[in-house]
T-cell receptor, first 112, second 115 residues
């Protein structure tokens, strides 16, 4: 069966520190991968998506970047965190165009 | 442009009551997909249902049912005989055909079911 993992589950980081969140998918190959952010009490905003290794599309210009070094690995990074980067980060995968997206457990990031 | 509106920010009911969560969408595309996800307190989004724009048949899955009406651009979700475990935030989402399958989410409806 297909599963999606994210780590860490929670993270508290000071302003200006770097960030690396990891997402991995098991049980499937060549998935589409997505990073979403959910600010407190708000809906989900798509940050990045990837249709293949090394292929990253950004939806919102910001302080974050994404990479896909392997087929089933998706990484969200920042060189210097801002207070506004706090939120709940969700990774998702799908098997193709307009297929259902399945979400990971999320990472709760607090920037102090 | 595409948009999903969930006008109900929060709904509170007592166990065993029926409750309907509203979802109104906007798109000019003729082919699109609608979804409902559940976000329990743990935070993970749980997929509930997906419908395509050519299938307006209502669907029932246990205590859950969905009413898709293209005439009113609505995709409402009803929980019959609600239970405490139904307490969560529910998101409606829209995806249109194209180069990617980006999901456009509504702002969610928080459902609280009291015993």
């Amino acid at each position: 069966s297909q599963t999606i993992h994210q780590w860490p589950a929670t993270l508290v980081q000071p302003v200006g520190s770097p960030l690396s969140l990891e997402c991995t998918v098991e049980g499937t190959s060549n998935p589409n991968l997505y990073w979403y952010r959910q600010a407190a009490g708000r809906g989900l905003q798509l940050l990045f998506y990837s249709v293949g290794i090394g292929q990253i599309s950004s939806e919102v210009p910001q302080n974050l970047s994404a990479s896909r070094p392997q087929d089933r690995q998706f990484i969200l990074s920042s060189k210097k965190l801002l207070l506004s980067d706090s939120g709940f980060y969700l990774c998702a995968f799908s098997q193709g165009i307009v297929d259902t997206q399945y979400f990971g457990p999320g990472t709760r990031l607090t920037v102090l | 442009a595409q948009k999903v509106t969930q006008a109900q920010t929060e709904i509170s009911v007592v166990e065993k009551e029926d409750v309907t969560l509203d979802c109104v969408y906007e798109t000019r595309d003729t082919t699109y997909y609608l979804f409902w996800y559940k976000q329990p307190p743990s935070g993970e989004l749980v997929f509930l249902i997906r419908r395509n724009s050519f299938d307006e048949q209502n669907e029932i899955s246990g205590r859950y049912s969905w009413n898709f009406q293209k005439s009113t651009s609505s995709f409402n979700f009803t929980i019959t005989a609600s239970q405490v475990v139904d307490s969560a935030v529910y998101f409606c989402a829209l995806s249109v055909t194209g180069n990617t399958d980006k999901l456009i989410f509504g702002t969610g409806t928080r459902l609280q079911v009291f015993p």
